[in-house]
């Protein structure tokens, strides 16, 4: 592989988004668990719920803080790594990049008034009030940000004449086709993760013997609330894959490995490709992929070979929704079966096995977000405005990326470390236990 300038633009922006996301993610899911933990306190009147709501908005700070810095980065990456891409479509995503930065503004703005009013009301649900703002500036800005990578996706709203964008329309570009199901994708993912995240830390303290009210309360909400968001996403990628399927049918021929179009189409998870391009060791579900692309075990779903070989995304993209399906199966398993194990009193949703499970869902839940935008961007190649302009096109042709790649790994992993220092020093050195004798001591 030669590491050419274009290929160093393309790692250098993968290695930020990878990076970005993990905070991103959890900066659009956690407002809605801080809210969810601290209704349920003020409903039931239970210090622990309100409890974690205020540890939980803690540490969500600092997922902000890193958010922020990461973000900063990409826009401007967006203009030193590519720039005649934004050149030709800066006119259109500069409205939903400007709405981006207004929507975190205004999350902000409602977090900062929400850490420090705590207790400062007189009625409690007048604080719980200043969740939703934040909650609707997160997922603003997820929404905005995404309707950027799904206009890449689906351009529209110009036309193109002699190489320049005319009759732009910024409003119907932000409503293309990808819009709506990439949207909704994202949102629901973000908030399964950031669910599963919270309970895998649930579960490591108990599995490390803290087995008090507040541990078995945070595992309990948190993974029921795993549960109720897998179910989400198990829609909203039924969305995603009905969409692909009608409008960009390449990104899910490669993705499933389906070279011939054809009627009652198999679903195909892992295996091999030989030689001769032919899949062995696979697992076929047959009909399941003419099902997902449209309610019918008789779907044509058309094949990767109707796609010119310069414009195929890699196939290697395959494993990537392996991976992020496999996963998303095996949170809605292990939140299913504490769920249901947690009803029968004379069963034990406290045993080891199922803990460890849970503790692997936090890291395997960012995992496939992780392998989901992989698929999302590998499978537009060769584009990065798809039928308008390929990535090798949009690339600077300074040689200095492979520098500044370098410099921006350093920063990461500094950011990355300062991140988990500063996250196990602020719980570490104030235990639920100690806190909630502090903020409660007449709870009885």
């Known amino acids: 592989m030669e590491l050419d300038g274009v290929m160093l633009s393309r790692m250098l922006t993968a290695m930020t988004l990878m990076f970005h996301i993990i905070f991103a993610t959890i900066g659009v899911g956690m407002p809605v668990m801080i809210a969810i933990a601290e209704f349920i306190g003020i409903k039931r009147n239970d210090p622990y719920y309100l409890l974690m709501a205020r540890r939980w908005a803690r540490g969500y700070t600092i997922t902000v803080a890193v958010g922020v810095v990461t973000g900063t980065i990409i826009g401007l990456q967006l203009s030193l790594l590519w720039p005649s891409f934004m050149e030709v479509a800066g006119q259109i995503i500069a409205l939903p990049l400007f709405m981006e930065t207004f929507a975190f503004f205004f999350e902000a703005i409602f977090l900062g008034i929400y850490l420090y009013t705590w207790d400062r009301f007189k009625g409690k649900w007048t604080h719980w009030l200043l969740t939703i703002p934040v909650m609707i500036g997160s997922s603003a800005s997820a929404l905005f940000i995404t309707t950027v990578n799904a206009f890449m996706n689906t351009p529209q709203g110009f036309e193109l004449k002699d190489g320049e964008m005319i009759n732009i329309d910024p409003i119907a570009a932000m409503l293309n086709p990808a819009m709506p199901s990439k949207v909704l994708h994202v949102v629901a993912t973000s908030y399964v993760t950031s669910a599963a995240i919270l309970a895998a830390i649930a579960a490591f303290a108990i599995l490390k013997g803290r087995r008090g009210q507040y541990e078995q309360k945070a595992l309990r909400l948190t993974v029921a609330c795993t549960f109720v968001f897998s179910l989400l996403i198990s829609i909203t990628g039924d969305i995603s894959a009905k969409f692909l399927a009608d409008v960009q049918p390449e990104k899910l021929a490669a993705a499933e490995w389906h070279f011939e179009t054809e009627k009652g189409a ?178 009885g």
């Open 266 to 443: 198999d679903l195909i998870f892992f295996g091999t490709l030989n030689e001769d391009g032919e899949i062995e060791n696979e697992i076929r579900i047959p009909k399941v992929l003419s099902f997902l692309a449209g309610n019918s075990f008789e779907t044509e779903v058309i094949g990767l070979n109707e796609t010119p070989e310069d414009e195929r995304p890699p196939l290697w993209i395959h494993y990537m929704f392996d991976t992020m399906v496999s996963i998303g199966m095996f949170l809605m398993a292990t939140s299913t079966i504490f769920v249901l194990m947690d009803r029968v009193k004379k069963w034990n949703a406290l045993n080891k096995p199922l803990l460890l499970a849970i503790l692997a869902s936090g890291p395997l839940a960012m995992v496939a977000i992780e392998a989901g935008w992989i698929l999302a961007e590998v499978g537009r190649q060769p584009w990065i405005m798809r039928g308008y302009m390929k990535v090798a096109e949009a690339a600077t042709t300074s040689d200095s990326v492979g520098l500044t790649f370098v410099l921006f790994a350093l920063l990461y992993l500094v950011l990355g470390i300062m991140a988990v220092v500063v996250l196990i020093k602020m719980f570490k050195n104030s235990p639920a236990e100690v806190e909630l004798e502090k903020r409660f001591p007449n709870r």
